[in-house]
T-cell receptor
Framework: KAGVTQTPRYLIKTRGQQVTLSCSPI?????VSWYQQTPGQGLQFLFE???????NKGNFPGRFSGRQFSNSRSEMNVSTLELGDSALYLCASSRDRLTNEKLFFGSGTQLSVL | GQQLNQSPQSMFIQEGEDVSMNCTSSSIFNTWLWYKQDPGEGPVLLIALYKAGELTSNGRLTAQFGITRKDSFLNISASIPSDVGIYFCAGRGGSNYKLTFGKGTLLTVNP
């Protein structure tokens, strides 16, 4: 069974640009969560999607948005990039939204903003 | 909101030594998950715990769900160089599906 797949693996952008990251969850998984990871802040929750609807949202500005498609694949978008957006963006999937569900991560997209 | 304190922040040990790390929560959790992350990769799930007092092993790794439901421990026995990485705890409580993560424990193993 393939794991969580994130593309692209690496991305370099400049300030002011926008970026779209993609995530394909494990087959059969319907919940997709996104996290931002930086050395100083650890894993910060961005948002979670289930059945094409955003179910949870972290404390990030509106420049960060996402969506989920009917096949459970998800994208996140960051507009008007800032230097501080440089981070490893991780996508994670789980089968359902039950409280005993395990969360499985992809390898991440390393975003560098110059 | 829920807060998780993970300690220690970092550990530097000799190969063959045992390692112990823990997480404490400000509120009761129903699920504890332990992850390991290698540099530049996503966290990999090591152990999942669902019941207070539960003790679960995965090879040289053993994790426990604290009796108070506010803490969890991860032990690594006879460490080897490939154990190097960042270990994260994560917890979930009540009806809130969202996971709360600890800040991680950076483990360095000296061969």
């Amino acid at each position: 069974k393939a794991g969580v797949t994130q593309t692209p693996r690496y991305l370099i952008k400049t300030r002011g640009q926008q970026v779209t990251l993609s995530c394909s969850p494990i087959s059969g998984h319907r919940s997709v969560s996104w996290y931002q990871q930086t050395p100083g802040q650890g894993l910060q929750f961005l948002f979670e999607y289930f059945s094409e609807t955003q179910r949870n949202k972290g404390n990030f500005p509106g420049r960060f948005s996402g969506r989920q498609f009917s096949n459970s694949r998800s994208e996140m978008n960051v507009s008007t990039l800032e230097l501080g957006d440089s981070a490893l963006y991780l996508c994670a999937s789980s089968r359902d939204r039950l409280t005993n569900e395990k969360l499985f991560f992809g390898s991440g997209t390393q975003l560098s903003v110059l | 909101g829920q807060q998780l304190n993970q300690s220690p922040q970092s550990m530097f040990i000799q190969e063959g030594e045992d390692v112990s790390m823990n997480c404490t929560s400000s509120s009761i959790f129903n699920t504890w998950l332990w992850y390991k992350q290698d540099p530049g990769e996503g966290p990999v799930l090591l152990i999942a715990l669902y019941k207070a007092g539960e003790l679960t092993s995965n090879g040289r790794l053993t994790a426990q769900f604290g009796i108070t439901r506010k803490d969890s421990f991860l032990n690594i026995s006879a460490s080897i160089p490939s154990d190097v990485g960042i270990y994260f705890c994560a917890g979930r409580g009540g009806s809130n599906y969202k996971l709360t993560f600890g800040k991680g424990t950076l483990l360095t193993v000296n061969p």
